[in-house]
């Protein structure tokens, strides 16, 4: 089933060519694993194997997260209501997702990644990029590194296929591994990536949505290639600084270079208190104030937690924490405070203590594209909340409160030392 796909005159049937390996300035892979919430429930039961299924809420209501290859042939897709999923698809069996499980691989497999590059980037639970730049002599060629980080996924996770994609630019990248899905590897070198972009819809250009790729046809752009020798004068007049990104794109130039891994990243509030505390009603307080603070932080620089840690600080300085993976990516403070009290039975000492924190850990990005529908269990409390931060943010901090917090207001003044950061 594995398929090569090598975007060079016949260079799929030869061996690697060393002086074309030598062109590559920049060496960026992207991996995307297949259909991955539907393979891992086919993975965990067999006997959904072979069978077309749907990712999503059984209820009826909401979207289809992912689709089993088997469902796809009838036209659905992530995104697409459940409703009509179903009639495109009745015999498809519906399994409710299992984000636990799901963020428990995805650690497993950027793990895996590590191995590869230092600089690993995630961009949501299944895919990322890896800069392999300067890796050569380590792991061959372009295809050949492509290969080995397929291989170390399928070993990492005990059988699950992803298809790789690899260029010389992010952009490129990414559109190669998604072309030849599933369990394929792409690859494009950069001196043959505009021609090789050209041919393909603008549907393909990303951070184009629905909206902005209506506004290119009606302009005249239907392919790639249509864009890449358009006017630049041109287009920035008619979309600004986003025809001139997209120009660049269809042009195979990308400037933006593989981040660090944001998965490893934790975003916390602890607070350092004026009083020791052991009354569990204050206890509550100091981590509804943290979540709420946690909350607005993920939400202003775009992450879902993918779980909640506590941390207590008694008084002879022992620091004590429990976590716990939450079942859903989320950056509703709601959810946070939630979680942080079913954990507060785990701990062994009842205080006193002086220090209370919550942390947000395995923090992915919310804008990663399958992210968006993550969102509908908690929507209502998302919008709340973020009609309270840019309210606050308007009128000064705790200009805005819900009822319920106010009370909590008396103990926790400003005088508590805040120790917020974003490692
Ligand atoms: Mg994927």
Known sequence: MTGTHVTSSGASASPPDKNSVGRWSQIIAHADMDAFYASVEQMDDPRLRGRPILVGSTSGRGVVLTASYEARHTGVGSAMPMVKARRLCPQALIVPPRFARYAELSGR????????????????LDEAFLEMTGSEHIF?????????IREAIHEATGGLTA??????????????????????????????????????SISRLWGAGPKTQARLKQLGFHLIGDLAVADPDFLKARLGSLGMHFYALANAQDPRSVARSHRARSLSSDRTLEHDISDPADIRRHLRRSADRVGTRLKKNNYLAGGVRVKLKTTDFQSLTRQRLLNEPSDVAD??????????????????????????????????PEQGDLFNSHQQSRELEKTIDALNQRFGKNAVRRARDIDSSTVLGDHASDLDFLR
């Open 109 to 124: 497999i950027m793990q895996a990644f590590t191995d590869f590059s230092p600089h690993v980037e995630a961009i949501s």
């Open 140 to 148: 061959g060629s372009p295809e050949q590194m492509a290969n080995r």
């Open 163 to 200: 298809s790789v994609g690899i260029s010389g630019t992010k952009y490129v990248a990414k559109v190669a591994s998604a072309l030849n899905k599933p369990d394929a590897i792409t690859v494009v070198p950069p001196d043959k990536a505009a021609a090789w972009l050209a041919p393909l």
């Open 335 to 368: 959810v946070l405070y939630e979680t942080a009290l079913s954990l507060l039975p785990a701990f062994a000492s009842s205080g006193p203590f002086r220090l209370v924190g919550l942390a947000a850990h395995d923090l992915i990005r919310a804008d990663g």
